[in-house]
């Protein structure tokens, strides 16, 4: 049985995603999450085979959660979930260790396959997103202006254009707030810009993260 945590902070998309799996033979939902530090705390003790990871959530957010599951639970692997197919997102998130990388509007064919899949050790990409990926290497596009980032650079650069402050995200990466500036600076002249705002807008603009609801 393939042993699985559906994570997503949508409670009817996760519904729709814990409906399509439980009616799949030899495939069973153990727990849900709603955020990156609830999908930490539950596979700590539960250990599934399997989580399926939004990449967009409250706290630290899926990206962050699967380097950090990869260091706790690394017999657990990873499909990331994402309603974008454009780089820089699924390259950050297979570097980051998620074994698969799949959108949002997957048949329940689709999702299935690609659980079935990454429990025998194997790899998954949406048709679209290695589509994008190819297609990006073969005409050697520019892409996002995020691919010149290191990974702590586009690590940090994520937390802060999701609001969190310099003492918090020093504080999850254990490293200092004089040096998360250090890196937040280095961003900024990497990326032609001068505050976190403008970085907020560029996430934004390159599919990184939501905008706020009105």
Known sequence: MITVLVADDHAMVRAGIVRMLEDAEGISVIAQAASGEEVISSCRVLRPHIVLMDVRMPGIGGLEATRKLKQIAPDTRVIALSAYDQEPMPSLLLKAGAAAYVTKGASEQEMVLAVRQVA??????????????????????????????????????????????????????????????????RVFEKLDISGDVELTLLAMRHGLIDAPET
Request: some cysteine.
């Open 120 to 185: 025998l050790g194997q790899r998954y990409l949406s048709p679209g997103v290695a589509q994008n990926m190819a297609f990006k290497q073969l005409n050697g596009d520019e892409g996002s202006p995020f691919e010149s980032l290191s990974e702590r650079e586009m690590q940090i650069s994520l937390m802060i254009a999701n609001c969190h402050k310099v003492q918090e995200i020093a504080d999850n990466l254990h490293i200092s707030s004089k040096t998360v500036n250090s890196y937040r600076y």
